[in-house]
């Protein structure tokens, strides 16, 4: 952690690509279909003439204002602009129609500032102890972890708890069209080539979120959000008074985000949703989350951002990314000839690394005036653009998107057919958000139980695989707790109101 | 709510549950093909609880009476054109390249999305600002991130 490496971050070149990178991250993530993986996987030959410690500032501020940008579609257009976004629509896009987007965008500003930075701390600080907690995770831990992701479907669900588990079964079984995660069975494909690739999440999530948006907006003359009386000012100080007024929510979701950011394969739209489910299961009674709640916002865009730091710290510790982008910032990085290892944070070795670190957290502060700034327009831009200038760009960006993933028309058919699809059941209570948690959490779980269930079965052990460890029993138990949180609470307000 | 569109709605939820029950069966069906147990455990636990959930959810629907607003008020043939004319982008895209197929769905919508009378006026400053757009997003998506457009 030597001064020097502090003082490498604040050249000017790496304060400008610092700058410049997030301000590309933010507007790349901000435009749905266009991910965090993509915006850094692009860039990253630009790095390739750079020195190491500069490519890796700029990758990390790329990436970094990429997770916060995917929150501008989530809150504007109910479309996540990223998949780490998708908790944020659920209170993001009820605040911009009741006419707080503006208060919305700017809390997730400052939500995300503060869980990037408590990632890059943690990184700084804990990288080589909080490792160890990836090497602790096993199949039956993801197993679990998805488990209680699913578990937020009862908490999206109230007042149609059957409904939301239809949606998630639903998910779960799209999740598994085309070839099998461990064996190679081609499933569901009804002998059609296009579906062998399954369905994108991404695809999937602008179809369901942004498609039904579109087909609602078109039918009627009046505009999708209500404007706020004073749109000329972002409500800055109110947003920061918010972020500060819920200390604990931010702190646990960062800690979470940071933590699920350790564990490859699972990144921000996980963290995103366990962030969210126990900033509902923790909330007063007063707090609505699912209508506009500001907490809901807080706890995702810490959480999601928070993966950020935590994601490198298996990624430069161990060698094992701990999100899809550390993958690529991985591959830069051994092709600047920088080796992964614990090595890489002791002296003589750490420079470059804590540089990264440095430049990281530097990135992160900039985020807060480039990404208010840029919110603001987004802002703007959308309450005041005619409807009939609106939906024709949102729906060439969903075409164009959708196309971008995997270079295919099949996808961007899908898409489309889905999001009538998930119109359809929507407007008759089924939600597509416990569509979208089968369809995010069903490879993870799947992976996780069938390994789990083959270890098992190899040491005629099973209850002990899946219920046996520490690790497992603590996600089951929140699991539980999750899951008849909602009970709880209703009979306690039950009890409380004479 | 009315009651015809009580019952519309009621209808509605009724069809979505049973669709929902099919597929679930659907998925049964197909995992007795697999020829590895492991590819079969997943989808069929998830198979089961989608029928489970979904017939709950229909008899409940019965018994209480769906409460949902159902396809509610808007224009159907401003839906259909949206849609349509987003289908037909993705039929065209291989025949014609990504433009002029991006062109018809951007097209269609701004018809679906136009409730003001048209001018001229209006003809020049959508027309021009769609295709500054949709150039504006093609050299990006093309020239600057290298996808491969058709």
Known sequence: MEAGSFLAALTPLNLLLALAGVAAGTLIGSIPGLTATMAVAVLVPITFTMEPASALILLGAIYTGAIYGGAYAAILLNTPGTPSAIATTFDGYPMAQRGDGDLAVALACFASVTGGLVGALALLFLAPPLSRVALAFGPVEYFWLAIFGLSLIAALSSGALWKGLAGGAFGLILSSVGVAEVSADIRLTFGSQTMIGGFGVVGALIGLYCVPVLIDLVAVPERHLKIADEIDTMPIGRAARLVLGSKVNVLRSSVIGTLVGILPGAGGSVAGLVAYSEAKRNAGPEQRFGQGEPDGIIATESANNATVGGGFIPTLVLGIPGTPPDAVILGALLVQGVRTGPALFESGGGSIAYTFIYGLLIATVLMLPVGLLIGRYAYRSIVTIPKAMLVPGVAFMTVIGTFAIHNSVSDVTLMILLGVFGWVVGRFGFSASPIVLGLILGPIAEQGFVQGWIIGSAMEDLPGMFFGRPLSLAIIAFTLMSLCWPMVAARRQARATP | ?150
Request: proline content about 3%; charged content about 10%; hydrophobic content about 55%.
């Open chain 2, 1 to 150: 709510m009315s009651d015809a569109a009580r019952a519309g709605s009621s209808t509605g939820t009724l069809l979505v549950s049973l669709f929902f029950i099919v597929a679930g069966i659907v998925t049964l069906y197909d995992t007795t093909t697999y020829t590895d147990v492991d590819s079969k455990v997943f989808p069929r636990a998830a198979a089961i609880l989608l029928i489970l959930a979904a017939t709950i959810s229909l008899v409940t629907d019965l018994v209480r009476g769906a409460r949902e607003s159902g396809f509610g008020n808007g224009d159907w043939w401003r839906r259909l054109l949206l849609v349509g004319a987003m289908l037909a982008c993705c039929l065209a895209m291989p025949l014609t390249g990504f433009l002029p197929a991006a062109a018809i769905a951007f097209l269609g919508a701004l018809v679906a999305a136009m409730h003001q009378r048209w001018t001229a006026r209006h003809v020049l400053i959508y027309g021009v600002s769609g295709a500054v757009l949709m150039g504006g997003f093609y050299a990006l998506f093309r020239y600057g991130l290298n996808v491969p457009l058709p």
